[in-house]
């Protein structure tokens, strides 16, 4: 099974999803997430989300769920890249995605979130 990666921008965890999202994948990243959030005080999560072609109705729900466990530590999350597929399988299964806050793109969903951005260069993203 692959692990999502969860990298570290200042008080912000960034999850790209960049492997298939299988339902033990998602499983294994909220127990992951949750981790993180509480061993670095995170204030926000953002779910990049680009490389995603296609969710279903499961994956869908993880998503709020996972929204909905991060406000519950005092995170915010926001899910970026959502392609316009995604979107219309979204709505077609009937799924709101309850508080779950959205971007285009990664610069504006830190912006949403009220995080810095980090200067350009080696060493601007803290993968620990």
Sequence with gaps: ???????KIGEVLLVSIQVDLQDQTVLALQEDL???IVATGARGVIIDITAVDIVDSFIGRMFATI??????????TVVVGMRPAVAITLVELGLSLGGVRTA???????RLLGAPLPAAGPGA????
Aim: no cysteine; aromatic share 0%.
């Design 1 to 7: 099974m692959d692990r999502v990666p969860i990298l």
């Design 67 to 76: 929204a909905s466990m991060s406000r519950l530590m005092d995170a915010e």
């Design 104 to 110: 285009l793109d990664l610069e504006k969903g830190m």
């Design 34 to 36: 949750a981790e993180r």
């Design 125 to 128: 993203l803290d993968g620990r």
